[in-house]
């Protein structure tokens, strides 16, 4: 029997430590993803993404997107752009894009359609910008 409780407490051990480390790994990946609109961010990163075009084609809202790789390495980008409508301010849709391995100095284009139909009127906006090394 104390062998068993051993055998039990052992297994509480390591829960507790895969809890922790689970935990830990959590903390770190919270911390190195910044969630703050471009705006807000960094002038150096934001400064990359630039908003060509806001528009529609029959069924979708459209938006093209330049990106200018102003940093010293390759680098992963990755972008909410977000078509405004209604009568406020108000977020209708967030369209992720990602834009992988652009060299130093290199510009890449992406064009961006949303999944819903455009409302009366909208607009577009550069949310958050993440750029890390490719």
């Known amino acids: 029997m104390a062998r068993l409780g051993a055998s039990a407490g052992l297994v509480i051990i390591v829960l507790a ?4 480390a689970g935990g830990t790994v959590a903390a770190v990946l919270l911390a190195t993803v910044e969630d703050t609109p471009a705006a807000e961010q ?4 934001s400064a990359d993404v630039e908003l060509l075009r ?5 069924r979708h809202m459209t938006a093209g997107l330049r990106v200018v790789n ?19 301010p108000e977020v ?11 060299e130093p100095g290199a510009a890449r284009r992406a064009a961006v ?7 009366a009127r909208f607009d577009c906006r550069v949310g958050d910008v993440d750029r890390l090394g490719a």
Do not use: H, K, N
């Open 17 to 20: 430590g895969i809890v922790l």
């Open 42 to 45: 960094s002038a150096a990163e």
């Open 54 to 58: 806001c528009g529609q084609d029959l």
């Open 70 to 88: 102003r940093s010293s390495s390759p680098s992963d980008y990755f972008i909410d752009l977000e078509f405004m409508g209604g009568a406020g």
């Open 92 to 102: 209708v849709e967030v369209v992720p894009v990602v834009i992988e391995d652009v």
């Open 113 to 119: 359609v949303s999944t819903l139909s455009p409302p």
